[in-house]
């Protein structure tokens, strides 16, 4: 479990090809602070893009933290290091990817009965059609699964609309 000592500091996670959100989630059932920074889409039927395809930031306490669950968790493929050791980042640059990001457009919320892609966890790649908003960073959705259609909450930046000719099957079926 990582501390928040002085000590700590952000490190650069290299993770397995498209499997960023993967990695993301299994580190924080470890509970460790993640940082994925994401592009927020902007409509026309684009999707959230990860600043850093392929990488995310963990903070950890060099000499606290267990750096071994890290190395074998799913979706990781190393820690990224200079000679064989981990080089840390810098708090600004995260500040400032932070304040960069949130100050960029938002993306435009979701209709109910609006076709939706999932682009993350376990779910990705699948069609949806979108319920509501489950608070500011989750969403209910409802996906066909088992030939039964399941409402299902997952994090509202792994959505992502689709252009509305290819929504008009289902758009009866929401009502």
């Known amino acids: 479990m990582t501390s928040l000592s002085s000590n700590s500091h952000w490190y650069l996670i290299q993770t397995k090809p498209r499997q960023e959100s993967r990695a993301e989630d299994n580190l924080r059932r470890q509970h460790f602070e993640c940082y994925q920074p994401i592009k927020p889409c902007t409509g026309n039927g684009k999707t959230d893009e990860a600043l850093f395809p392929g990488y995310l930031f963990i903070r950890l306490d060099r ?32 500040e400032q990817l932070r304040q960069r990001l949130a100050s960029a457009p938002q993306a435009p919320q979701f209709a109910p009965g609006e076709k939706v ?59």
């Open 63 to 94: 000499q606290l933290d267990n750096w071994y669950p890290i190395r074998s968790t799913r979706g990781v493929a190393r820690v990224v290091s200079f000679g064989s050791e981990p080089t840390p980042v810098r708090d600004e640059l995260i």
């Open 117 to 175: 892609q999932v682009h993350g966890g376990s779910f990705m790649d699948l069609e949806a059609i979108f319920v509501s908003a489950d608070g500011e960073k989750r969403s209910v959705i409802l996906l066909n699964l088992l030939q039964r259609e399941q409402k299902v909450r997952v994090p509202t930046r792994y959505l992502c609309s689709i252009p509305a000719q290819s929504a008009l099957s289902l758009a009866c079926r929401a009502d």
